[in-house]
């Protein structure tokens, strides 16, 4: 148990200092993650001594150690082989925004967006890759769809007490019938959105996601669903040459 909480903050400390504008000194890094400065000290040292943080002038910033990991495990890409062009192609031709959005860990995350600008809200939580809610999101409910049967029990087991946690497992098999899920409004009330799969090695390892403004409850939106069946088409044959 000791150890899992050692990986648990060693996890924050990384994830603090890649959002770091600029180096943290030990105190900021210590006060970010709510841990004493003696042990986050000893964490730091070990993650500096395996090149997962650099220190320059009593500053830290992130190493080259998890780049190097991808390019060895050769996946230094994004999820599914989807770079930037990619996503702005899907984008172009569906006419709508789309973001990748992957689960890492217990958080789900936008890693990339292209397209037309989103509603100012949900734009900053693509370009500031901030934390959204599993289960009260098109991304989340999907990807947890297609997670393993351990991980996902683990999730759900997680947020057992949030919202959606009953939903989501009467809507489990139309998600996984109909390789999407929707949200109307459930995590931002001014917003609609359509998660696709995105597979790499037959593997489901992000979603793309796919928004509109939402106008009112209860109607989902013709051109959306439109633009969603376009980028499946698209997606049902990944750059790796896959189908799901």
Do not use: W
Request: net charge positive; charged share 25%.
């Amino acid at each position: 148990m000791r150890e899992q909480r050692a990986i648990m903050r060693a996890d924050r400390i990384l994830d603090t200092v890649a959002r770091a504008r600029s180096p943290l000194t030990l105190t900021e890094v210590a006060a970010a993650v709510g841990a004493p400065v003696s042990t986050t000290q000893d964490l730091v040292d070990d993650l500096c001594r395996c090149g997962y943080l650099r220190k320059t002038d009593r500053r830290y910033r992130l190493g080259p150690r998890p780049h190097v990991l991808g390019v060895l495990a050769a996946q230094p890409g994004p999820p599914g082989g989807l770079d930037h062009d990619a996503l702005q192609a899907l984008s172009s031709d569906a006419r709508v925004p789309i973001g990748l959005a992957a689960l890492v860990g217990t958080q789900l995350l936008y890693l990339d967006h292209a397209g037309p600008r989103a509603p100012r809200q949900l734009q900053r939580v693509a370009d500031d890759h901030i934390p959204r809610p599993l289960l009260r999101t098109a991304a989340g409910r999907l990807l947890l769809a297609y997670a393993d049967d351990a991980d996902r029990e683990r999730l759900l087991r997680l947020a057992a007490d949030t919202p959606g946690a009953a939903a989501f497992t009467t809507e489990l098999p139309a998600i996984r019938r109909e390789r999407l899920a929707r949200s109307d409004g459930l995590a931002d009330p001014d917003i609609r959105a359509i998660a696709l799969p995105v597979a790499e090695h037959g593997t489901v390892v992000a979603a793309a996601v796919l928004t509109a403004r939402r106008y009112g409850p209860g109607n989902r939106s013709p051109a959306l669903e439109r633009a969603a069946r376009r980028v499946a088409q698209r997606l049902g044959a990944t750059p790796n040459g896959e189908t799901l």
